[in-house]
């Protein structure tokens, strides 16, 4: 079966590798894979910290693919110039009781306190060396594991080319391009260039700015887990990395502006000096801005949607999260072994 995947991000590749794994001769078309929020991410793998009410579908399919991260990691290894795994398990800082609230509203989302649950601050200090002294609440999602986003993508695209994927390097513009590629199916992975290519699928932008920090010769050490936090009524995460952290992230509707705007960064700096104020020591290294492709309900879009077109797109969030079930369902969906919608 011959298909063409449109857009060469983290989803895109996956879904591609998942099909050339099953005998499928596949195309992936993309002007510069990876370039969009795959570039930006954050890298958390956290189904659990990212639950909320009214959300439980979304938290289920999460957690099913977190249980495949492990594997999928393993797979992509050989392939990587680096551990892709760069911290594993997730410890959340309250600085005020308002702040404290938000972890019982998470804890009760998730409804499993072996995955998510309260712990004392004294504890958090301890897995998290140089945390601020002021924390008035805690709680720790053990199962969630963080990676280097980069790393994985250029893990991906080798991976696809190993395993015969070919590669493109040209835009599809609007829905009558859509429709002229080649191939028995045509998915649909392009990130928020999916909202131009079928508008349909009720996709927006929504911006996020992270920061990247170097850790300097006589700084603390990274953290070994990730750590989010809520201060002042802002969420903040710091990511370990290799050279040191990621800083994220803003959230603001936008259209299509990927300028950088000092206010929110400064204001997320700001939040992730209050519970590690070792950060302020680190080196600045970069500061960049991505589109996340939101749906109205923030569950992606994986289904057809015409014909021999399909969509795996519209994750938000949590594209990296969702990578391994989305590649899964995408395959099973176009190889007609089972055709289940998710939007």
Not at 50 to 59: F, K, M, N, Q, T
Not at 102 to 108: R, S
Not at 208 to 235: F, K, S
Not at 281 to 294: N, S
Request: with cysteine; charged share 20%.
């Amino acid at each position: 079966m011959s298909v063409t995947v449109v857009g060469g991000g983290t989803v895109g590749l996956t879904v591609a590798r998942s099909l050339a794994l099953r005998g499928g001769a596949v195309t992936v078309v993309d002007p510069r894979p990876g370039s969009g929020a795959s570039w930006v991410a954050g890298g958390m793998i956290a189904p659990d910290s990212e639950a909320w009410p009214g959300e439980d579908e979304l938290h289920r399919l999460g957690v099913e693919s977190l249980g495949l991260w492990e594997e999928f990691a393993s797979a992509l290894q050989p392939f990587a110039d680096g551990p892709l795994i760069t911290a594993r398990g997730t410890v959340h800082l309250a600085v005020d009781e308002g702040d404290a609230a938000e972890l019982d509203t998470i804890a009760a989302a998730v409804d499993d306190p072996a995955r998510f649950g309260p712990i004392r601050p004294s504890a958090a200090a301890r897995a998290v060396p140089g945390a601020a002294p002021r924390i008035r609440a805690a709680a720790r999602a053990p199962q969630e594991i963080a990676v280097d986003n980069r790393l994985v993508h250029r893990a991906l695209l080798a991976a696809c080319r190993a395993a015969g994927v070919d590669f493109r390097a040209e835009s599809v513009d609007g829905p009558a391009a859509l429709e002229e590629l080649p191939g028995d199916a045509v998915i649909v992975c392009a990130g928020v260039d999916s909202a131009s290519l079928r508008p349909d699928l009720g996709i927006r932008p929504v911006k996020g700015e992270v920061v990247r920090l170097r850790r300097g010769p006589t700084c603390l050490p990274p953290p070994e887990v990730t750590v989010r936090a809520r201060v002042r009524g802002r969420h903040v995460y710091v990511v370990p990395r290799a050279d040191g952290v990621v800083v994220g992230a803003t959230q603001y509707e936008n259209d299509r502006d990927l300028g950088v705007r000092i206010g929110p960064v400064v204001e997320l700096l700001d939040d992730a000096f209050t519970v590690l104020p070792f950060l302020r020591e680190y080196e600045l290294i970069e500061v960049t801005a991505g589109l996340r492709p939101t749906t109205t309900g923030n569950l992606p879009v994986i289904a057809p949607i015409g014909g021999r077109v399909y969509a795996a797109t519209g994750h938000g969030r949590n594209g990296l999260l969702l990578a391994p079930v989305t590649g899964a369902r995408a395959a099973d969906m176009v190889l007609q072994q089972e055709v289940q919608a998710w939007n």
